[in-house]
């Protein structure tokens, strides 16, 4: 049976407007909260207190010691000593101490046992401290990067601190 | 003369393009939103390093030690000293018990107010015995993350990790190892010159 006035089904459109807006302020909070960060790595250090450490098999090499001077005042690096030989300073000097521990490493059948020991002015930049560590550990082998990382050549996996000197500045009040 | 009379015609604009570009740019800066690194605190100028890479397995239980500084822009570093900002407080790298006044720049007065700091040997003492309570083994378990600071005194980050070292008592009344697993933290260079120091 057929009506007159039978109405055709009215197409239904969505309300685009609010959907747009909410998502403008979702990109608007994304975009202002944005805080464009380097990525961050580790060096991971094993250093258990010196009782526990002192009952551990006794080694068969001697520790490399590492010896980083310091200008009081500034806290930047002044001298960098392997063992008893003077490297000089500044970012040569960690390369060669790279370069250092690397050719004594090469081909040694323990260079899993090596220990790499530093010793830091107290009053030396933490920076300098990162460097010595990196400069012993490892090297950069190739500059293309594979997702993001570097290849990584390591040669010496254990560090350890000496214990802290005295600091030479004079003490500050307040 | 006549014209033809044309009608209006209500023009609709496709708006589908521009919503999928607009979700795209969504997804884009959601997924480079960095949410991980929460414990990571902006007083803190990390070194950068050419060798520092991400850990490619995440310690199962880790303690951050944020030490740095808050810096005043007309004087840049403090000479107090620097601060380990340890859960909303200051702490001192210190073995006595006082507490200590220092004078800290407030960023949204722009002026200097005095800030009461706790010694930081006694917080790191409640949290190798929070670790150990929970069943942790602080010695074996934990990793002491180190955030410090281009310019914070070596010496102090070391007296740091000896204060970590250090044997406590757990709640049982036993004497337990400290922490002796440490990861000392550098941003990653973006570019391939190694030792080059960051400055101010």
Same mark, same amino acid.
């Given at each position: 049976m057929q009506f007159r006035n039978q109405k055709q089904p009215e197409k239904m459109e969505p309300?685009?407007?609010?959907?747009?807006?909410?998502?403008?302020?979702?990109?608007?909070?994304?975009?202002?909260?944005?805080?464009?960060i380097s990525q961050e790595g580790d060096f991971n250090i094993n250093m258990p207190a010196v009782a526990q450490a002192q009952t551990e098999t006794p080694k068969l090499l001697p520790d490399f010691k590492i010896r980083l001077l310091a200008d009081v005042e500034t806290g930047q690096l002044v001298e960098i000593r392997f063992g008893q030989r003077s490297l000089g300073t500044g970012p040569r000097a960690f390369l060669l101490l790279q370069q250092t521990i690397k050719e004594q490493i090469a081909g040694s059948p323990y260079a899993d046992e090596i220990e790499i020991e530093i010793d830091a002015d107290f009053d030396l930049n933490y920076e300098h401290v990162i460097s010595a560590v990196s400069a012993c550990t490892g090297e950069v082998t190739g500059a293309t990067t594979e997702g993001g990382r570097r290849t990584i050549s390591r040669f010496v996996e254990k560090i350890k601190f000496a214990p802290p000197r005295q600091s030479q500045r004079p003490p500050v009040g307040g | 003369m006549r014209f033809k009379k044309t009608e209006l015609t209500h023009v609709e604009v496709d708006m589908t393009p521009m919503i999928d570009i607009v979700f795209q740019l969504i997804a884009f800066f959601m997924v480079i939103s960095n949410f991980e690194q929460t414990q990571a605190d902006e007083r803190v100028r990390l070194p950068t390093d050419v060798l520092a890479q991400p850990p490619t397995v995440k310690p199962a239980h880790e303690l951050v030690l944020n030490v740095g500084f808050v810096r005043d822009p007309d004087h840049g570093i403090p000479k107090q000293g620097p601060i380990v900002f340890h859960?909303?407080?200051?702490?001192?790298?210190?073995?006595?018990?006082?507490?200590?006044?220092?004078?800290?720049?407030?960023?949204?007065?722009?002026?200097?107010?005095?800030? &009461?700091?706790?010694?930081?040997?006694?917080?790191? &003492?409640?949290?190798?015995?929070?670790?150990?309570?929970?069943?942790?083994?602080?010695?074996?378990?934990?990793?002491?993350?180190?955030?410090?600071?281009?310019?914070?005194?070596?010496?102090?980050?070391?007296?740091?990790?000896?204060?970590?070292? &250090?044997?406590?008592?757990?709640?049982?009344?036993?004497?337990?190892?400290?922490?002796?697993?440490?990861?000392?933290?550098? &941003?990653?260079?973006?570019?391939?010159?190694?030792?080059?120091?960051?400055?101010?």
């Open positions: 309300q685009m407007a609010p959907m747009i807006d909410v998502v403008f302020l979702l990109l608007i909070f994304f975009m202002c909260t944005l805080r464009i | 859960n909303s407080q200051f702490c001192r790298i210190t073995e006595t018990d006082s507490p200590h006044q220092v004078l800290i720049y407030n960023r949204s007065t722009g002026q200097n107010q005095t800030v &009461e700091t706790v010694p930081f040997a006694y917080r790191l &003492e409640q949290e190798k015995r929070l670790f150990f309570d929970r069943g942790v083994s602080p010695a074996e378990e934990v990793t002491v993350i180190i955030r410090a600071d281009t310019h914070v005194p070596t010496g102090l980050v070391q007296k740091l990790i000896q204060m970590s070292q &250090e044997t406590f008592t757990g709640s049982d009344g036993s004497s337990q190892e400290g922490f002796a697993k440490f990861a000392l933290k550098a &941003e990653m260079a973006t570019d391939d010159r190694a030792f080059q120091p960051r400055g101010n």
